[in-house]
């Protein structure tokens, strides 16, 4: 018997209207995520990556209603949490947790270290006093802090402890989900990797499901079960994580593994170049017409101009939008 999903995303739309820059002409939207489905099962990480600007940390905040979605549902444990009312979603914000991307912005300056990780716990009144103490103490052993740094502002911890201090914080009211919305993009590589490791020990003890936001392949590749490729707000390939980096159908996603260092002879690496990104992202307020990537694509044709592709199943749970993906890479002809 399949195991029901914890999370699932269908149809989500995040639109934001912009100001007319003048009153006689037509106002514009930016469709920042437009129309994503998908899923997370539990203690399972899906991974989502794709340029600056394509959606994802947008995509991100919608799934917990820290931004309003425009339409769409997206169900936890079977619940539509963008139905509920604000009394309503208070108990299911327990279980849905986010670990922001910069860990020095993310912290109040003004509150010590056992404030910013006991502050979940007071807000949903959780514990005793003494029960939240002891839980503090915890949540600081848990993720590698020592207990006389509690007493210490945020400004007293390097970039790395900051994000344990945001990994404690999230974890504080035993949630089921974290969304990780880019964590360790503005750490230092050997900081990136503590951090990562950290999240996996989580993972494995806690029984915790991950949302990976990243745009760094090498760290969708480490963590992440299932990955979706996102671009210009709507996912353009899904698959697990073996499948992704070792078949890659859509055009996009060859060419964002296409930029990856790799260590390998000559001519394999000319072959990469050829598939190098050209040009630059659109406009999310006027998209191109038809497939939205047909700008960049070495391999668009007249119906990527005209007719948007759907996603659709290319191999057994390899989910591709591209009119001329097949299980052997693109047809050409």
């Known amino acids: 018997m399949t195991q029901p999903d914890l999370l699932r995303v269908e149809s989500l739309e995040v639109h934001f209207p912009l100001p007319r820059p003048y009153p006689w002409v037509a106002r514009s939207t930016v469709l920042a995520v437009d129309g994503v489905t998908l899923s997370v099962g539990e203690g399972r990480t899906l991974g989502i990556v794709g340029e600056s600007g394509c959606g994802k940390s947008t995509l991100a905040l919608a799934v917990l209603r820290l931004v309003e979605p425009t339409a769409g549902r997206v169900l936890f444990e079977g619940t539509d949490i963008l139905e509920l009312a604000p009394r309503a979603l208070r108990p299911i914000r327990q279980k849905m947790q986010i670990i922001f991307q910069d860990p020095y912005s993310s912290l109040n300056p003004r509150s010590r270290a056992e404030q910013v990780v006991r502050e979940p716990l007071d807000v949903q009144n959780a514990f005793s006093d003494s029960e939240r103490r002891d839980r503090v103490d915890e949540l600081f052993n848990l993720v590698g802090l020592r207990p006389e740094q509690k007493s210490l502002f945020p400004h007293q911890f390097s970039g790395g402890q900051r994000q344990r201090l945001g990994i404690a914080r999230a974890l504080a009211l035993s949630p089921k989900l974290i969304v990780c919305d880019e964590p360790v993009s503005s750490l230092d590589v050997a900081i990136q990797a503590q951090i990562?490791?950290?999240?996996?020990?989580?993972?494995?003890?806690?029984?915790?499901?991950?949302?990976?936001i990243s745009h760094d392949l090498a760290v969708i590749q480490h963590i992440c079960d299932d990955v979706a490729v996102m671009y210009l707000g709507k996912i353009v390939e899904r698959t697990n994580r073996n499948e992704i980096f070792r078949y890659p159908l859509h055009p996009y996603t060859q060419a964002l593994l296409s930029a990856v260092p790799k260590r390998e002879p000559g001519a394999r690496k000319a072959r990469r170049k050829d598939k190098r990104l050209k040009g630059e992202v659109p406009n999310p307020a006027a998209p191109p017409s038809g497939c939205s990537f047909h700008p960049r694509c070495m391999y668009a044709r007249d119906r990527c101009r005209q007719e948007e592709p759907e996603l659709s199943e290319i191999a057994p749970g390899h989910i591709v939008a591209c009119h001329f993906a097949t299980a052997e890479?693109?047809?050409?002809?």
Not at 196 to 212: D, I, K, P, T, V
Not at 329 to 333: C, P, W
Request: proline share 0%.
């Open 196 to 212: 990562l490791n950290l999240l996996s020990r989580l993972q494995q003890e806690l029984g915790l499901a991950y949302l990976f």
């Open 329 to 333: 890479g693109i047809a050409t002809s």
